[in-house]
C-alpha cells in the first residue's frame, strides 16, 4: 500500500478538539512544527495546522494528511517522525496508525471509507476538523463571509423570509421556528435591540456548541451579524459557559480578527451597518441554558428565569426586544444565505428541516460528536455510526436531550428522530444529548441520577420545581434502597403533574422526563424494586447481591485481583467465590467477568 | 379593558397583572409570595389561573400575567385546586414548623403522605423579605444558592453592615421565619444588635437608631420629630389641633 505520486502540497490536519489535546494532540501538532523542515531534496510543502472537534474522540487525537486523504488515529508526539518519514516523504502508510474496522477486520485509510462518518451530513459542523479555528484567512478560503456579503444585498425581510422557508427551529431544545422568532423581534420598535447567542451548554456530556465555537467561531460571529440586520440590533452577546477556556479564547480571538478586517464594528464590510459582539462567561449554573435565566445572568442578576408571558423577542435583555439563539442555530445562519432556503429544507424530516448535531456517549463503541439529518433513526445513530454497544451487550435504552429527557426503550429504535418524534415518545430533543445505556443500567436508578442532577441545578425560585424535584428524587431514593411503596408511584405521577403544568420555566415542566419515560417504558422495574426487593440490573447497592457460578468460573482470578475489598478468594483455576459478609456490591466484578460466571441474585 | 374573571366583566388597566386586576375586583386569588407593595414575582405558583385566549387555554401565574384584552379567566377549577393544593403540600413539608403552612395545610384538605417532615424549618423562600429589604434600601438580606440549597441570608451569614434593624423583613414574613427578638432597649436580628431609641415622651422603646439616622437621610421630609414613637407622635398632633381649634 503506497500513496501514489506523492502531491506537492500537503496539509497535516491535526485535530486539538478539547478530547484529543486531552490525549496529547497539542505535543502531536508541536511535533510536526518541530519537524517539518524543508530539506534538500525534498520538494514537498508541507505544513500542520491545528484544527477543532473532529468529533470521534473515541480514537483521537486523529491526524489527517490532505490530499492524500489518510487518517490516523491515536497518534502520539513519538509517532511524528515515523509519519513524516514515511507518509510525507515517501508516500507510504503507516499502517499501525490506521483505523481497523471491527467487524471486516480491515484497515480503512480515508475517514470517509469509516462508518462513523460515512452516514453523517456535515452543516453546522461543516468546516470543523478541516480549518484552523484561530486563523480568519482560512476561514475566508472555505467560503467565510460569503453569505454575509450576500446578505447586504438583500432587505432584512428577505434575510427573514428565506429563514422562515428553510425551516430552521431553534438547535438550544424548543425547537421554535427560528425565522417567525426574528420577524416577532423585527417588528418591535425600540430605541435599541439585542442579539444573544447561547454557548452555555449545561447538560453533561454534550459538546456540540462547544466544539463549534471552539473549532469555526467566524461561523457563529457570521451568523450572529446577518441576524443582527435581519432584525435592527447594533449589540450581541456570546454567553459561554467559564469551563469552555478554549472556546473563549477562540471566540475572543476570532472577535477580534473580525473587528481589525472590518467584518465587526462601525462599518462592516464598508456597508455602513453597525455591529459588535461582547462574550460573557457564565459561572456555571445549568439553568443559565434557560434563556430568561440567562438575560438576568448578563444583566448581572442571579441566573433564575423570568415567566415568559411577554416574550423575550418583545422585552428581553434590559427590557429590549431580544432574540437569542443556540450556537448550533446560528451556525446554520450562513449556510442558508449562501445555499438558500430550498437546499436546506431537502435535509431532514418534515418538520424538522436540516441536520442535528448529537454527542453520542454512554456505553457505545464510538463515542462522539455525529451530525445526521432530522429524521435519522436511533438504530442507524447507536448501530451504524456509533458502532454497537459496548463489550457486544445488549442495548437497553438511550438518554435523549439531556438530563431531563427521557429514556427511550429498544422497541423505538427505528424512531425517526426529530423535534416532534421525541416528544412525543416522552423525551425531547434538547441540546443533542444521546446517552446510550447497556442492560446492564438501572432505569429506577437513571431516574433517581438524574433527578439528583437537577435537584442541584434548579435555581430554587419557583416552589414546584424546587420542592417537586426535591421529593420526587426522595421517592426515588427510597425505592432504590428497597423502601418503596406501590402508592409511591402514584404520588411520583402525581407531582409530575404538578411540575409540568406549574413550574416557571422549562427546567421544572421537563424534569419529570426522567420519571415519567422511565416510569412508561420501564414500569416492571420499579414494581420489582418495590415487591420483590429487587434490582435485576446490579445497580441498586441496597437490593443486590452477587454470586459466582462454579460451573461457569474459569477460575481467571481477574474479578479476585480487582475487586476493592478483596471480597473474593479462590486457587487459580478453580471456581471462585465472594464474601457476602465483605462485598459492598461495586458491581466491579460483574462488569468486568468475561465468561458471565457472575450472577445478580 | 375588560376581562372576564370567574364570569365577572371587570375593568383592567394596560400593564397590571392579572391578580392585580382581579384583587381590585374583589375577586380572591390565594397567594404566598405577594405583597400589594411589590411586584409580583412568581415564585410560590399558588396564585395560578386558567386564562382562555380566543380558544387556547393556559395555566398562568396570575402575579406575574400581564393582562390581556378578551381573555376569559377561571380561578378554580379541578387541575388548579391540585396545583394549589400540592403546592401547599410541598411547602408544608419542607416548613412543618411554620404554624400558618400547618394551618393551610388543614384548610386545604391536603392528604397525608410518606414525605418527610421538616419541624425545624419555618421559611417558605417566599423572597418578600429580600424584595421589602431592597426597595427600603438597604439589601442587607438575599437570597443564596441555589435549588434545595437555598435561604435567606446575609452576606456570609455575618451580621449585615448595612442591616438598619428595621425589623421590616421579619413583619412582613408571612410564614413567621424571621427571628427578631426585643429585650432591654436591644433588638436582635439577623445575627446583629440594634440600641434602641426611646421615646421622649413616653420612654417606650419604638425604633433602632440606625433606622432613625437611615430614614432621616433619606426622607428628611417624613421625619417630622424624631424623638417620638408613633402612638405619641399621633397624641402630639392631636393634642396641637386641639389647642388649634380651642383658640
Redesign the interface.
Known amino acids: 500500500m503506497t500513496t501514489q505520486n506523492p502531491p506537492d502540497n500537503r496539509k497535516i490536519l491535526v485535530c486539538c478538539g478539547t478530547g484529543c489535546q486531552a490525549s496529547g494532540s497539542m505535543d502531536v501538532f508541536l511535533a510536526f512544527q518541530n519537524q517539518l523542515h524543508p530539506e534538500p531534496g525534498v520538494t514537498v510543502e508541507t505544513y500542520a495546522k491545528a484544527t477543532g472537534c473532529n468529533g470521534w474522540c473515541e480514537q483521537g487525537p486523529l491526524v489527517k494528511i490532505l490530499p492524500d486523504d489518510i487518517t490516523y488515529c491515536r497518534v502520539q508526539a513519538k509517532h511524528v517522525a515515523e509519519i513524516i518519514d514515511k507518509t510525507i516523504k515517501q508516500g507510504e502508510l503507516v499502517k499501525k496508525l490506521l483505523y481497523r474496522d471491527p467487524v471486516t477486520k480491515k484497515q480503512v485509510r480515508s475517514h470517509h471509507e469509516i462508518n462513523f462518518y460515512k452516514k453523517q451530513h456535515k452543516v453546522a459542523l461543516r468546516h470543523i476538523g478541516e480549518i484552523d479555528p484561530a486563523s480568519l484567512d482560512d476561514y475566508l478560503a472555505y467560503d467565510g463571509y460569503k453569505a454575509l456579503g450576500q446578505a447586504f444585498a438583500m432587505s432584512p425581510a428577505d434575510i427573514i423570509d428565506e429563514i422562515e422557508r428553510s425551516g430552521l427551529r431553534g438547535r438550544g431544545g424548543a425547537g421554535f421556528p427560528t425565522g417567525r422568532k426574528w420577524r416577532s423581534c423585527a417588528v418591535q420598535e425600540a430605541s435599541e435591540k439585542y442579539l444573544v447567542c447561547n454557548g452555555d451548554e449545561g447538560d453533561p456530556g454534550a459538546f456540540m456548541d462547544r466544539s463549534i465555537m471552539e473549532g469555526d467561531p467566524h461561523t457563529v460571529i457570521e451568523g450572529m451579524i446577518i441576524g443582527s440586520m435581519a432584525i435592527g440590533a447594533h449589540k450581541g452577546f456570546i454567553y459561554v459557559r467559564d469551563e469552555y477556556g478554549l472556546a473563549v479564547q477562540n471566540l475572543g480571538r476570532a472577535i477580534q480578527d473580525a473587528r481589525a478586517n472590518g467584518y465587526l464594528g462601525e462599518d462592516i464590510m464598508g456597508k455602513g451597518w453597525a455591529f459588535d459582539i461582547e462574550i460573557v462567561r457564565g459561572g456555571g449554573a445549568f439553568v443559565c441554558g434557560e434563556e430568561t435565566a440567562l438575560m438576568n445572568s448578563i444583566e448581572g442578576n442571579a441566573g433564575e428565569p423570568r415567566d415568559k408571558y411577554v416574550y423575550p423577542t418583545e422585552k428581553g435583555l434590559w427590557g429590549k426586544p431580544t432574540i437569542i439563539n443556540n450556537v448550533e442555530t446560528w451556525a446554520n445562519i450562513p449556510v442558508i444565505i449562501l445555499a438558500g432556503a430550498e437546499k436546506f429544507a431537502s435535509i431532514g424530516s418534515k418538520n424538522s428541516k436540516g441536520t442535528k448535531v448529537f454527542s453520542l456517549v454512554g456505553k457505545v463503541v464510538n463515542t462522539g460528536l455525529v451530525e445526521v439529518p432530522m429524521g435519522t433513526t436511533l438504530r442507524e445513530i447507536i448501530f451504524d455510526i456509533g458502532g454497537g454497544i459496548l463489550k457486544g451487550k445488549a442495548f437497553k435504552a438511550v438518554q435523549t436531550g439531556g438530563p431531563s429527557g427521557g429514556c427511550i426503550p429498544a422497541e423505538l429504535l427505528d424512531l425517526e428522530i426529530d423535534f416532534d418524534s421525541l416528544t412525543e415518545a416522552g423525551s425531547m430533543m434538547g441540546s443533542g444529548g444521546l446517552i446510550v445505556m447497556d442492560e446492564h443500567t438501572c432505569m429506577v436508578e437513571v431516574a433517581r441520577y438524574y433527578l439528583h442532577f437537577l435537584a442541584g441545578e434548579s435555581c430554587g425560585k419557583c416552589v414546584p420545581c424546587r420542592e417537586g424535584i426535591d421529593r420526587m428524587l426522595e421517592i426515588l431514593t427510597r425505592i432504590c434502597e428497597g423502601h418503596g411503596k406501590m402508592e409511591d408511584l402514584d404520588l411520583l405521577e402525581d407531582l409530575s403533574e404538578t411540575l409540568k403544568a406549574a413550574s416557571s420555566c422549562a427546567l421544572g415542566k421537563t424534569a419529570t422526563n426522567p420519571v415519567l419515560s422511565t416510569l412508561r417504558y420501564f414500569r416492571p422495574e420499579y414494581i420489582s424494586h418495590i415487591h420483590e426487593k429487587r434490582c435485576a440490573a446490579g445497580v441498586c447497592r441496597s437490593l443486590t447481591t452477587f454470586d459466582i457460578i462454579p460451573e461457569i468460573c474459569t477460575g481467571c482470578g481477574l474479578c479476585e485481583k480487582n475487586c476493592p475489598v478483596q471480597a473474593i478468594r479462590g486457587e487459580k483455576k478453580e471456581p471462585h467465590t465472594i464474601s457476602q459478609e465483605l462485598c459492598i456490591r461495586c458491581g466491579d466484578c460483574f462488569n468486568r467477568c468475561n465468561f458471565g460466571a457472575i450472577k445478580v441474585v | 379593558m375588560k376581562i372576564i374573571v370567574d364570569g365577572k366583566e371587570i375593568d383592567a388597566v394596560l400593564g397590571e397583572t392579572l391578580l392585580g386586576a382581579a384583587r381590585r375586583a374583589g375577586i380572591h386569588i390565594p397567594t404566598l409570595c405577594y405583597h400589594e407593595s411589590l411586584e409580583g414575582q412568581?415564585?410560590?405558583?399558588?396564585c395560578?389561573v386558567e386564562v382562555n385566549e380566543g380558544g387556547r387555554k393556559e395555566?398562568?401565574?396570575s402575579c406575574?400575567?400581564?393582562v390581556k384584552e378578551g381573555i376569559e379567566v377561571t380561578t378554580s377549577t379541578p387541575?388548579i385546586d391540585?396545583?394549589r393544593r400540592?403546592?401547599i403540600m410541598?411547602?408544608y413539608?419542607?416548613a412543618t414548623g411554620s404554624p400558618v403552612m400547618r394551618q393551610l395545610f388543614q384548610e386545604y384538605g391536603c392528604p397525608q403522605?410518606?414525605?418527610?417532615e421538616n419541624p425545624e424549618e419555618r421559611c417558605?423562600?417566599c423572597n418578600i423579605c429580600v424584595r421589602a429589604c431592597e426597595e427600603l434600601g438597604s439589601s442587607a438580606i438575599s437570597?443564596i444558592?441555589?435549588?434545595?440549597?437555598?435561604r435567606v441570608a446575609t452576606p456570609y451569614d455575618e451580621a449585615a453592615a448595612v442591616c438598619i434593624g428595621c425589623g421590616t423583613c421579619a413583619r412582613v414574613c408571612p410564614a413567621g421565619a424571621i427571628e427578631m427578638t426585643e429585650k432591654e432597649g436591644i433588638r436582635v436580628i439577623w445575627n446583629k444588635a440594634f440600641a434602641m431609641q426611646a421615646c421622649s415622651r413616653c420612654g417606650s422603646y419604638y425604633a433602632s437608631r440606625e433606622e432613625i439616622a437611615h430614614l432621616t437621610a433619606r426622607k428628611p421630609e417624613y421625619v417630622i420629630q424624631s424623638d417620638l414613637c408613633e402612638d405619641c407622635r399621633k397624641r402630639m398632633m392631636a393634642e396641637k389641633i386641639a389647642v388649634f381649634v380651642s383658640e
Open positions: 412568581g415564585r410560590c405558583r399558588l395560578m395555566v398562568v401565574a406575574t400575567y400581564p387541575v391540585k396545583i400540592n403546592i410541598l411547602l413539608k419542607r403522605n410518606s414525605l418527610q417558605i423562600l437570597l444558592m441555589r435549588g434545595t440549597q437555598k
